[in-house]
């Protein structure tokens, strides 16, 4: 297995909570778990905490970062502001081939929920609703752009799904999203928007500084969660 191949295993069991923010990992344990040297392993551990994954801890090796709650924060407010003009913008544009690429989605993931798949493959899948709502307001390039930003994000909202269960209320609200679309409704896509993103805070709120509080870097100024 080369360099490359161990990076994104690793990053994809950071991002998915198999490995958990905060705990420790040390090359010699990756290097014989992958049966590699030292030499990739550290080029992997530079870039992940390029990443901002890992974070070197002086005199005591490297662990898995906390999840940055100012960052998770921004990340749902930038996204909000976007995507609200985004899906307004694809009302406007869609055709009714991708309005059916819309309702496929929904269908594969009534289907994901309905045989129980991992929280991981769900996740998956309402990535790629949300690209394609991009894709048909003519910005698949700032979906892209926003992916590359959104690390702390990504282990937040799937914490928010492995925790939460909230498999069917995240279907529940793609089908509110479709529904607009379909309808035209560009009067409701700010409100219908804003509650979809805000939604894993929502239901995080309580337990971010209760059960999983050992996860989280938590904001100086703690109202930004209320």
């Known amino acids: 297995m080369d360099k490359l191949e161990i990076y994104n295993q ?3 069991e950071i991002i998915d909570l198999k490995i958990e923010p905060g705990a420790l990992i040390s090359e010699n344990e990756i290097s014989r778990r992958f049966q590699v040297s030292r030499t990739p392993v550290r080029d992997v551990f530079l870039r992940l905490c ?5 974070e070197v801890l002086p005199q005591r090796g490297t662990k898995v970062s906390l999840i940055d709650m100012e960052l998770v ?3 749902i407010n930038m996204r909000t502001i976007v995507e609200i003009q985004i899906l307004k913008d694809g009302i406007e544009r869609r055709s009714s081939a991708q309005l059916q690429q ?6 594969d993931q009534r289907q994901a929920i309905a045989e129980q798949r991992t929280p991981d493959e769900f996740y998956a899948l309402d990535s790629e609703f949300h690209e394609h709502i991009f894709a048909i307001a003519g910005q698949r390039a700032m979906w892209q752009i926003i992916n590359q930003m959104k690390v702390h994000y990504s282990r937040f909202r799937m914490l928010d799904v492995k925790a939460n269960f909230s498999m069917n209320e995240l279907l529940q609200e793609h089908e509110k999203i479709v529904e607009i679309v379909e309808k035209g409704q560009r009067e409701r896509c700010s409100d219908v928007m ?3 993103l805000e939604g894993g805070v929502r239901r995080l709120h309580d337990r971010i500084q209760g059960e999983f509080s050992s996860y989280f870097k938590l904001p100086e100024d703690q109202t930004e969660l209320n």
């Not at 390029?50 to 890992?54: A, M, P, S, T, V």
């Open 10 to 12: 690793l990053k994809e």
């Open 50 to 54: 390029n990443d901002g994954l890992l």
């Open 73 to 75: 924060m921004a990340t």
């Open 102 to 107: 819309l309702k496929h989605d929904l269908e």
């Open 194 to 196: 804003r509650y979809h």
